[in-house]
């Protein structure tokens, strides 16, 4: 079953699992999301996509290996902002590089005119042999090892993230599959596209927000929530569709896992307001998994009658993550760090793979 709010999504069911029965701990934005994005509900720990390219490392050196995308209309990053797509306690190179939604994605990706490449790779040479000598003084400043490698990474993206980035190179019947042209899709689709382009180079991870900070200026119907959805899923409907075709048809999806989630689900009953909506239900969420080895057109638990609890098979963002890594080859239970004298991973002590929906 699939809402009329996703006509273009519905013609991809035969690719999707879908999860009824997800659930979480937490009745607010940000905690949800901390817990959604990192494992847990408080702010402070990695976040997936650091844990992904802590474990399984980059294939472009000369891009991130971790790429985060917030609302291209203008509306604010998400809540809590970059706590979601922190490196918390791992090594600092692993924190998602965040894309400007409008105006140039990356500050001083150009080269000025009044700089040559010669003599910035002298700078940074320079650079280089300064903080080598300093860091031998500082060997377990962490933050300081990342200062360092983002110089190089930065000087590298230079020549490789003008290319990666440059979606309008695309042809255009490519740019019509994700919505450009299109007013209200067009800015989501391009945010869409430059994920399949950046995973076709071999950035590891991405992560896509569609939606700001405020309530009605994201996925939060307290107000309105036909109006709310309508407009939202109007604006990622075409453009994630067109994702899934696009991998699809260039033989990525099966290598690529894409998930659609948000970090709770909405109460049944409405919520008081001149047009009613609905607040938040952190026991019951639904959730999609496409690709990466995934089973197509499948269903996989239950929420009581009124949608209020997962009740059937029910499934914890523990279990969500121990999925997500399983997909890309990591056993969950062996990913982890020491911090603190204690060894963490992203599951925490839970988590269990959800073998109904693996191929």
């Given at each position: 079953?699939?809402?009329?709010?996703?006509?273009?999504?519905?013609?991809?069911?035969?690719?999707?699992?879908?999860?009824?029965?997800?659930?979480?701990?937490?009745?607010n934005h940000s905690t949800a999301l901390f817990k959604l994005n990192c494992g847990l509900p408080r702010m402070g720990f990695?976040?997936?996509?650091?844990?992904?390219?802590?474990?399984?490392?980059?294939?472009?050196?000369?891009?991130?290996?971790?790429?985060?995308?917030?609302?291209?209309?203008?509306?604010?990053?998400?809540?809590?902002?970059?706590?979601n797509w922190t490196a918390g306690f791992l090594p600092g190179v692993y924190q998602g590089t965040h894309l400007k939604p409008q105006g140039q994605a990356?500050?001083?990706?150009?080269?000025?005119?009044?700089?040559?490449?010669?003599?910035?790779?002298?700078?940074?040479?320079?650079?280089?042999?300064?903080?080598?000598?300093?860091?031998?003084?500082?060997?377990a400043e962490d933050a300081l090892n990342a200062r360092i490698e983002s110089y190089e990474l930065a000087y590298r993206m230079q020549s490789a993230a003008p290319e990666a980035l440059d979606v309008d190179?695309?042809?255009d019947h490519v740019k019509q599959l994700y919505g450009f042209g299109e007013k209200q899709s067009e800015p989501f689709g391009r945010q869409c596209l430059t994920a399949r382009r950046l995973v076709e180079r071999g950035v590891r991870f991405v992560q896509i927000y569609s939606g700001?900070?405020?309530?009605?200026?994201?996925?939060?119907?307290?107000?309105?929530?036909?109006?709310?959805?309508?407009?939202?899923?109007?604006e990622t409907d075409q453009p994630v569709a067109g994702l899934l075709a696009d991998l699809d048809q260039r033989g990525l999806l099966n290598e690529t896992l894409v998930i659609w989630c948000g970090e709770f689900g909405r109460l049944p009953v409405a919520q008081?307001?001149?047009?009613?909506?609905?607040?938040?239900?952190?026991?019951?969420?639904?959730?999609?998994?496409?690709?990466?080895?995934i089973r197509g057109?499948?269903?996989?638990?239950?929420?009581?009658?009124?949608?209020?609890?997962?009740?059937?098979?029910r499934v914890h963002v523990n279990d969500i993550h121990a999925t997500i890594l399983h997909?890309?080859?990591?056993?969950?239970?062996?990913?982890?760090?020491?911090h603190n004298g204690r060894d963490y991973r992203l599951t925490d002590v839970g988590g269990k793979v959800l073998k109904a929906v693996v191929a």
């Open positions: 079953m699939v809402s009329s709010l996703f006509p273009f999504l519905g013609q991809h069911v035969d690719k999707m699992a879908f999860v009824h029965s997800a659930y979480s701990e937490s009745n990695p976040s997936v996509g650091a844990w992904v390219t802590y474990g399984l490392g980059s294939p472009n050196r000369n891009l991130p290996g971790f790429v985060v995308m917030s609302d291209p209309q203008g509306r604010g990053l998400p809540k809590a902002h970059a706590a990356i500050d001083n990706l150009v080269l000025p005119d009044s700089l040559t490449t010669a003599a910035q790779r002298n700078q940074l040479d320079f650079l280089r042999d300064a903080n080598a000598e300093h860091r031998s003084q500082q060997p190179s695309e042809p700001g900070t405020d309530n009605q200026r994201s996925w939060d119907g307290h107000h309105d929530i036909l109006g709310n959805h309508t407009q939202f899923a109007g008081k307001a001149q047009k009613p909506g609905r607040d938040h239900n952190p026991h019951c969420l639904s959730l999609w998994m496409a690709g990466g080895g057109g499948v269903t996989y638990g239950e929420s009581d009658e009124l949608g209020y609890k997962a009740v059937v098979d997909q890309l080859g990591i056993e969950h239970t062996q990913l982890t760090y020491r």
